[in-house]
């Protein structure tokens, strides 16, 4: 099955020669105490008649009625340790070779955690995983650092899958924090790396369980043990984000949910890149045209039917035996294959219902399953974006022109209904780059916003999408 982030490239922004040149944190000596525990926020999830309105009845497409949790245990972390050290000096010989030149200069020393944490699932209190990068050698006297949340993009569907294990992501995090960030990855729910079992299948690009979870994960940074607090560093209620793919689809989230869910944290921009942020556009691609991302709808409507009360019904939408061969293959493995081997045609895959209701530019009608991808697309959710933000706030939005997967037509239609509803945005969409190569070309660019938004410098709103440009990581031919 063909993922809207393959599990090889969450790697390749710095490549497997940093991720191996670390050393594991096993055999490390413990850190010595750190500084003061610094004070930490309460969580303040909802609070007003508009927040509570949807804390109290978020369910929708006829999911069982249920509402968030206001437990002053989110982000409580409940067991960690210790996985590789990674020297300034590695890393910026090993991050030059592997990306070139940057916008940025590396400072710090990083060590890398996974952490298990309290979050929440549909009402009820769950625990997932994250990997956090401590940067070891920040002055006492130091200011707050500000937090940088990485989001993946589709590494699995069921627990294991999550790539807080993988030495890659560590690598990526380690370089990101010797910068001047914290920074926590979550393995979103569904993917954890630690017993005991989530006990379900992760739902798949459903963004309110993914934006909560990576919310309180964010809320666990500020709550780390002192043993995990080397050196100076201390984290600050400041949040940028950045994501792609799956990651970017849920760093968009993070935004349209913050206000309502983590009202105490202060997001200062987001960087999303290659996002399905239109699920019904891609959604009615994928079933009008056998394309690549028909895989990713039946993935997402296999992994997801089961978060909204609806395992029993995928014959609706699925034609069996698919409606009880995709749960139990993304349940069997972190790489479920080509589950759509040998149908070549969308009449073997999906129910005439479907298929009339895509053509006929009605998806959204089709319930539950139009419902489902109306609700987790940014352009059509009945979810409101009601954050009020900073002239420094900002969302950088990247595309690849030559993106395959998520359909840049497609999105750059959404960027602009987006953009003319309100969001602060800019647009890039890198020349010639895949699905894949999208975030990395455009990593120089990124790196430059996140630090300008993390400097408190004014926004520049944008809502023209741009002709595709080279991006600044284009490779020299």
Same mark, same amino acid.
């Given at each position: !099955? ?28 413990? %850190? ?85 944490? @309290? ?5 009820? =209190?769950? #625990? ?11 002055? #006492? ?40 960030? @914290? ?67 849920? =760093? ?11 009202? $105490? ?26 394309? $690549? ?22 014959? $609706? ?6 409606? /009880? ?27 005439? #219902? ?68 309100? !969001?602060?945005?800019?647009?890039? $969409? ?33 809502? /023209?999408?741009?002709? %595709? ?9």
């Amino acid at each position: !099955m063909r993922y809207l982030l393959d599990r090889r490239v969450r790697g390749i922004l710095l490549g497997s020669t940093l991720a191996l040149a670390a050393c594991g944190g096993e055999d490390s000596p413990p %850190p010595p105490s750190g500084p003061g525990k610094p004070e930490i926020p309460a969580p303040e999830v909802a609070g007003t008649p508009e927040t509570n309105a949807l804390a109290d009845a978020p369910a929708r497409c006829g999911q069982p009625d249920h509402a968030w949790q206001r437990d002053l245990s989110l982000g409580e972390i409940t067991s960690h340790r210790a996985t590789a050290t990674y020297p300034k000096g590695l890393l910026d010989a090993l991050a030059a070779e592997a990306l070139g030149n940057l916008p940025v200069s590396l400072q710090y020393d990083v060590v890398t955690h996974v952490f298990t944490y @309290v979050t929440q699932d549909r009402g009820k =209190a769950v #625990e997932a995983t994250a990997l956090l990068a401590w940067p070891t050698s920040v002055p #006492e006297d130091a200011e707050a650092l500000p937090t940088l949340m990485v989001l993946h993009g589709t590494s699995g569907f069921t627990d294991g899958c999550g790539p807080s294990a993988e030495t890659d992501t560590a690598a990526l995090a380690a370089a990101l924090a010797s910068i001047g960030y @914290v920074v926590v990855a979550p393995d979103y729910i569904g993917l954890k790396n630690e017993p005991p079992p989530t006990g379900f299948l992760h739902p798949y690009l459903v963004g309110q369980a993914t934006a909560i979870a990576s919310l309180d994960a964010a809320r666990a940074v500020l709550r780390l043990p002192e043993e995990i607090r080397e050196g100076g560093a201390r984290p600050s209620t400041r949040l940028a984000v950045v994501g792609g793919s799956q990651g970017g689809h849920a =760093a968009l989230w993070v935004d349209r949910l913050a206000p309502y869910y983590a009202r $105490e944290l202060e997001i200062v921009g987001i960087a999303t890149t290659v996002p399905p942020a239109d699920m019904l556009g891609e959604g009615t691609l994928a079933l009008t045209t056998k394309r $690549e991302s028909t895989d990713n709808m039946v993935a997402f409507y296999g992994a997801s039917a089961g978060w909204y009360g609806a395992a029993d019904k995928l014959a $609706e939408v699925l034609l069996p035996p698919l409606d /009880a061969e995709v749960p139990a293959a993304l349940g069997a493995g972190c790489d479920p294959g080509d589950l759509l081997s040998g149908k070549d045609m969308l009449t073997s895959i999906f129910q005439p #219902e479907a298929l009339d209701a895509a053509a006929s530019g009605k998806l959204d009608a089709f319930a539950p399953w139009g419902c489902m991808a109306a609700e987790n697309g940014l352009t059509t959710t009945s979810v409101s974006r009601i954050q009020k933000d900073a002239a420094s706030y900002g969302i950088l939005f990247v595309t690849g022109e030559a993106d395959t997967l998520v359909d840049t037509p497609t999105e750059r239609v959404a960027f602009g209904a987006l953009c003319d509803a309100g !969001m602060p945005m800019r647009y890039l $969409e890198c020349a010639g780059a895949s699905h894949t190569r999208a975030t990395t070309w455009a990593l120089p660019e990124i790196l430059t916003f996140l630090g300008d938004r993390v400097a408190g410098k004014p926004f520049e709103k944008a809502c /023209a999408t741009s002709a %595709p440009v080279t991006c600044a990581g284009t490779p020299t031919p």
